[in-house]
């Protein structure tokens, strides 16, 4: 009997494939029997991926409209279909009080957490979908939920995501199913300024007493795309450890009102990568 989880002939699309949550979303999807088809901007990380997973990748920015078109029209010439689409490339940036930042990169988060997945999606639809249906994974935060430090237009970009997820699943109905993932704090390069050298301290205060594992997030996004959420649509699914119960879980006598990672986002910088 094929399992409900089983992605057998179907084929992906994974922005941001080549590393972090991206690259595992991809694998976990390549597990479930799914081909793959990924972009990240750097070529030597998408040629190491595409050698590990299979598939056909392509190097680019998603915040580049034509780069989209491209990854579409590979993805469609090379495997004659595009069943799930996965939207997780994102950025940080810029970082700091919304107030202070330049409002060109402040453009920029946008152009890349919101318009890019926006595009991506119009092109699958024209392509596929329209016509064959199928199954769009947005990346999001748990962090669109609730404000934090210096973090003002990668949050207000997500929260934005969050919308966009709910407004396309109606939109594209019945034929594709649009869902969103939040992940809480994972163990990822983008995120190392948050957990290196606190993890410990982050992870008391969360109820299942870990940071997540971009695993996590790979598991929640193939149980999306699958059969198994046939009936799961516009919805946003939280993969937090338990960060949004955690004041109930603290215990009284060493909690300290702060959470812990509004704490580091206070005192500590992203870098560059």
């Known amino acids: 009997m094929t399992s409900p989880y089983a992605l ?12 972090g949550i991206g690259r595992a979303v991809a694998g976990a999807l390549v597990r479930a029997g799914a081909r793959v088809c990924l972009t990240a901007r750097d070529p030597a990380a998408v040629r190491r991926a595409v050698e590990e997973l299979g598939g056909v990748g392509l190097a680019g920015s998603v915040g580049d409209p034509a ?30 009080a919304l107030m202070d930042v330049d409002p060109d ?15 991506l999606v119009q092109h699958v639809w024209r392509a596929w979908m329209s016509e064959h249906g199928g199954s769009v994974v947005n990346i999001c935060t748990e962090g ?9 237009a ?41 957990w290196e ?20 997030i790979a598991r929640a996004v193939v149980w999306l795309a699958s059969e198994a959420a046939g009936w799961v649509t516009g919805a946003d699914l939280l993969v937090d450890g338990g ?23 206070r005192s500590s910088a992203p870098g560059n990568s």
Not at 203 to 214: F, N, S, Y
Not at 250 to 261: D, H, K, L, N, R
């Open 8 to 19: 057998e002939g179907r084929v992906a699309i994974v922005t941001g494939g080549s590393r």
């Open 67 to 96: 780069h989209l078109g491209e990854l579409t029209e590979l993805a469609l010439r090379t495997f004659g279909r595009i069943d799930v689409l996965v939207n997780n490339a994102g950025t940080n940036q810029p970082y700091g």
């Open 105 to 119: 990169r402040r453009h920029e988060a946008f152009t890349v957490n919101v318009e890019a997945p926006l595009r």
């Open 144 to 152: 669109a939920g609730h404000v934090g430090p210096k973090v003002g």
């Open 154 to 194: 990668y949050g207000t970009s997500k929260a934005a995501l969050l919308h966009l997820t709910r407004q396309l699943a109606g939109e594209l109905a019945p034929k594709v199913r649009v869902n969103s993932v939040s992940p809480g704090l994972v163990r990822t390069e983008m995120a190392r300024f948050v």
């Open 197 to 216: 050298g606190t993890e410990d301290a982050i992870a008391t205060g969360l109820p299942l007493g870990r940071i997540g594992e971009p695993e996590d």
């Open 243 to 265: 960060t949004r119960v955690g004041a109930a879980y603290v215990p009284e006598s060493s909690a300290s009102g702060t959470y812990g990672v509004h704490s580091r986002l």
